[in-house]
C-alpha cells in the first residue's frame, strides 16, 4: 500500500468508516490469530480473542480519533493489544489449572469402598465449609467455585494478595481435615 492510500485509510478509519474497518479486519485477522496461538496455545481461544477484539473495536469506536500516521504504527498496536490479552487469557487458565490440581484428591489417597449418597456428601461438604471463618469461605467460593483470580479476590474483599493466598491454604488444609482427605 502507497503511502498515499496508507494515509488515506488510516483517516477513513479515524473517521469511523465501516469499509476501512472491514479491510483492517481482513488484512490483519489471520496474523493476530497467530499471534494469540503462539502464547495461548489453542486456535478455537485465539480466534476469540481476536473475535471479541474487533468486536469491541466497532461497538466502541476505537479507532475513531486515533491519530495512527503510519499503518505500521496501527499493526504495532493491534500486536501489543492481542499479545497482552493472550497473556492474560492464558495467566488466568494457569491459575485456573493450577487450582483445580490444589483441589484434587492426593494420588497416594486410599478410597473409601463406601460410596457417598449425594446427600450425605453435600451435608459434608456443607459441614466443611461451615468449619471456615468468613473470610476463609468467601476466599474459597471466589477462587474454586467461581474461578476468580487471587488478584480478584483480594481487589473484591479489600485485602492484599498474600492475604488471600494464606486465607485459600488455612481453608484448603481445614477442608481436607474435614472431608477426612489428610493422610
Not at 479507532?63 to 493489544?81: I, M, P, S
Request: aromatic share 8%; with cysteine.
Amino acid at each position: 500500500m502507497e503511502v498515499q492510500d496508507q494515509l488515506i485509510f488510516l483517516q477513513k478509519l479515524q473517521d469511523g468508516d465501516l469499509q476501512a474497518f472491514e479491510q483492517l479486519y481482513r488484512d490483519t485477522r489471520a496474523w493476530l490469530v497467530v499471534v494469540a496461538i503462539t502464547i495461548v496455545k489453542e486456535e478455537a481461544i485465539a480466534e476469540e480473542i481476536v473475535q471479541d477484539f474487533f468486536i469491541n473495536c466497532w461497538k466502541e469506536q476505537t479507532f475513531t480519533g486515533t491519530t495512527f500516521t503510519r499503518l505500521e504504527a496501527l499493526k504495532a498496536y493491534l500486536h501489543r493489544y492481542i499479545k497482552n490479552v493472550s497473556l492474560n487469557v492464558y495467566r488466568k487458565e494457569s491459575t485456573r489449572k493450577k487450582r483445580i490440581a490444589e483441589i484434587m484428591i492426593p494420588e497416594d489417597h486410599v478410597l473409601q469402598n463406601d460410596l457417598l449418597e449425594p446427600e450425605e456428601l453435600t451435608n459434608r461438604i456443607s459441614s466443611a465449609l461451615d468449619s471456615l471463618t468468613p473470610r476463609e469461605q468467601t476466599s474459597f467460593v471466589l477462587a474454586y467455585i467461581h474461578q476468580k483470580t487471587r488478584r480478584e479476590i483480594a481487589s473484591q474483599m479489600q485485602v492484599s494478595e498474600n492475604t488471600v493466598k494464606t486465607q485459600l491454604r488455612i481453608a484448603l488444609k481445614k477442608m481436607r481435615e474435614v472431608l477426612n482427605l489428610t493422610n
